[in-house]
């Protein structure tokens, strides 16, 4: 088997994002002008690349940040376990570690082994992990996809690192993101590794 290439990219940027609200799969939101101008960087640096198939969650924003492929006409197929952890009641609103106690002890939690925590009608990251199995089992097992896309977001793209690469749970935070990031990953049909960690030079432009 040939190695395939996985490009996963976190989706351009949302209003969301810069008010610092929280959005995880229960918010629908759309990219904002700086999100749409991030996806056209990115599809202006990697069009060239011959996808075999476009991966996105089932959320609006993700379909937005690849859009330009998929105006290509190339394969796509949505997977809801792509989508971003569900913070449960939090969602929607402002919250960060600093402000909300809740909200930084369930990030200790997490980063102290205990990722079956969660917030009040979320989801744990042992949930996320879970629902993302099969679409992992799909990434191996069709070889014919020799270059793949993936946009997801950023939390499930952390635990999706984690278990590509085999680290627990634990440290997903030593994933870092930004909006429109790309992690370029290799498969060789018995192993995933990075080839490229956390790349923006695409975004040298954009704001």
């Not at 490009?7 to 351009?12: K, S, T």
């Not at 640096?45 to 476009?54: I, S």
Request: some cysteine; charged content about 20%.
């Amino acid at each position: 088997m040939s190695v395939k290439k996985i490009y996963l990219i976190r989706h351009g940027q949302t209003d969301f994002n810069v008010a610092g609200i929280v959005q995880g799969s229960g918010v629908d939101s759309d990219l904002n002008e700086a999100g749409h101008r991030q996806a056209a960087r990115f599809f202006a640096a990697y069009r060239h690349l011959p996808f075999d198939k476009v991966y996105t969650s089932t959320l609006k924003r993700t379909q937005q940040s690849v859009q330009g492929f998929l105006d290509l006409g190339l394969p796509h197929e949505q997977h809801s376990g792509l989508n971003e952890i569900s913070w449960g009641v939090r969602e929607g609103l402002r919250i960060t570690p600093e402000e909300d106690a809740e909200y930084n002890g369930v990030l200790q939690q997490w980063q102290r082994g205990e990722t079956h925590a969660r917030l009040l009608g979320g989801e744990s990251p042992d949930e996320v992990a879970a629902r993302q199995r099969p679409f992992i089992e799909l990434l191996r097992n069709r070889p014919e996809e020799e270059n793949v896309l993936v946009c997801m977001h950023g939390r499930a793209m952390r635990v999706i690192l984690c278990q590509l690469l085999n680290y627990p749970l634990s440290c997903m935070d030593a994933f870092e993101h930004r909006n429109l990031c790309l992690y370029k990953i290799h498969f060789t049909g018995s192993q995933f590794s990075v080839s490229s960690f956390l790349d923006v030079t695409h975004l040298a432009e954009c704001p």
